[in-house]
């Protein structure tokens, strides 16, 4: 026959089980094993660093690798206001323009067309406003002198 015995609630840090009377053995004496409850607690290590509110500390590598990160970003940031790619800066009027007179019922797109045929008519359409200082292509009139690129 199987005993319990029961334990009081206010010992939190360990339980005690009593293993039950086994009928086919001989008898023998009851033992109480004690387990821990709860978490283990941390153990500091002799080669632990202290706490600090600083920061990590890096290893040389880290820091090489923080390093090039920044030096990265400034590479970075440098060319997105120098713009290496976009050729060299042709300087002010070397673009070689003609004149060209506005007629009726033409449109930039139709201008852009019959001076470039062979090149995109969206960057032409683009090149005649930038030149002209239009906000749109509905600001050309017939009469108007406009300049366009010269054909390629």
């Known amino acids: 026959m199987a005993t319990t015995t029961y334990i009081p609630p206010f010992e939190t840090r360990t339980r005690v089980v009593i293993e039950p009377e086994r009928t086919d053995a ?29 920061g990590s500390r890096l ?7 923080v390093g090039l990160a920044w030096l990265l970003l400034l590479v970075a940031g440098a060319l997105a206001f120098v713009r290496p790619w976009d050729g060299a800066a042709a300087p002010a009027g070397a673009t070689a323009v003609t004149t060209v ?5 033409d449109t930039l797109w139709q201008l852009a067309t019959d001076v470039a045929p062979t090149a995109d008519p969206r960057e032409t359409v683009a090149a005649i406003i930038e030149l002209n200082g239009l906000s749109s292509a509905a600001d050309i009139r017939p009469g108007d002198l406009i300049e366009v690129p010269a054909a390629r």
């Open 26 to 54: 001989p008898p023998r004496r009851h033992v109480a094993r004690r387990r821990p409850a709860g978490r283990p607690e941390p153990v500091p290590c002799v080669g632990s660093a202290e706490p600090s509110l600083h």
């Open 59 to 65: 290893t040389r590598r880290g820091r090489v690798v």
């Open 101 to 105: 007179e506005v007629r009726g019922g």
